[in-house]
């Protein structure tokens, strides 16, 4: 959708923020709506989650949203909220089926410190509105940084249960601009589940997990659960259906990949749709067995997670 945010989350990118894309290399309205029609009707895609960056300030989104509904697929959004109060109701209403909020953390002066900006009462008035408007259910999406939040844990799952939502934690990912990501530095999955059965009975959720990257666990008893998103401690490569649609159009068979494949390019060439399918055929082909963190060769992929629409 686009690479650009409005805000600056340290384990994302720096204060100053990134060289956004020129408006020339992104994807237009019509293209967009064009890919996920091919994906649709001749790959066999049945959900598309609309990311960036930071969806909500893509110019047409609302459009986007609604042609793509009526393409009969599922559509949801990841978003960090800010506007979502001003645009729940429209997006619901062009068919948006659910949104994934990134939040981590429900302390103003800790939501400030990690993503610069002093906005937490507006994610919550967006988290609200989301709700009002029946996009759900609501998942929040939650990074534990070592010196940050990391006491955070068992405050956010009350939270978020007593509200109602999903809560995912995830494990910190080597996709930050500065490339300061450290295996050594980031929160595994298992210090998570110590300090969160420190204080709550966590039990295997009933349903199976299938291709969903989150593990899940009844917290209690049920019927409140949370989920864990361990990429780098507890990889899934193996059970892993995504596909990755960059802003300025380039297909991403893995988060962590290094290579794409330029639809962008065919698009603009005038192919056909048959060509541009066989285009995104022959680039999931080339998708590895496994993301390879752990693999001494290992290099971090030169775009940012905000690039590569996470």
């Known amino acids: 959708m686009t690479d650009r945010c409005n805000l600056r989350c340290s384990y994302c990118m720096p204060a100053e923020g990134l060289d956004w894309l020129p ?46 509904h009526e393409l009969g697929v599922e559509t949801s959004l990841t978003t960090n909220a800010l506007g979502l109060a001003r645009m729940a109701e429209a997006l619901a209403a062009a068919g948006l089926d659910r949104v994934n909020v990134s939040l981590d953390s429900v302390r103003p002066e800790t939501f400030h410190a990690i993503t610069r900006r002093d906005r937490l009462k507006d994610v919550l008035a967006g988290l609200e509105a989301a709700r009002a408007a029946g996009l759900g259910p609501i998942k929040i999406n939650a990074v534990l940084m070592r010196g940050h939040n990391d006491d955070q844990a068992p405050e956010l799952l009350r939270w978020a249960l007593a509200e109602g939502y999903h809560l995912r934690f995830i494990e910190q990912m080597p996709l930050d601009a500065q490339h300061g990501w450290s295996r050594d530095a980031m929160i595994t999955a298992d210090e998570i589940f110590g300090w969160l059965e420190a204080e709550f009975v966590l039990s295997p959720a009933v349903e199976p997990r299938g291709s969903a990257p989150a593990e899940l666990f009844q917290v209690d ?31 991403r068979n893995c988060l962590f990949a290094r290579e794409e494949s330029d639809l962008r390019a065919a698009l603009r060439a005038g192919a056909t749709d048959d060509e541009i399918a066989d285009r995104w055929v022959i680039a999931m082909r080339g998708k590895r067995a496994g993301h390879g963190i752990d693999d001494p060769t290992f290099l971090q992929p030169d775009r940012p997670m905000s690039a590569i629409g996470g």
Do not use: M, N
């Open 23 to 68: 408006d020339e290399s992104v994807l237009t309205e019509d293209e967009i709506v064009r890919l996920v029609r091919i994906g649709v009707q001749q790959l066999g895609i049945r959900e598309v989650r609309f990311t960036g960056g930071e969806p909500l300030v893509r110019r047409g989104l609302v459009d986007i949203v609604r042609r793509s």
């Open 221 to 251: 008893g049920g019927p409140g659960t949370v989920g864990v998103i361990a990429s780098v401690t507890r990889p899934f490569c193996g059970d892993c259906d995504r596909v990755r649609l960059t802003a300025d159009g380039q297909i």
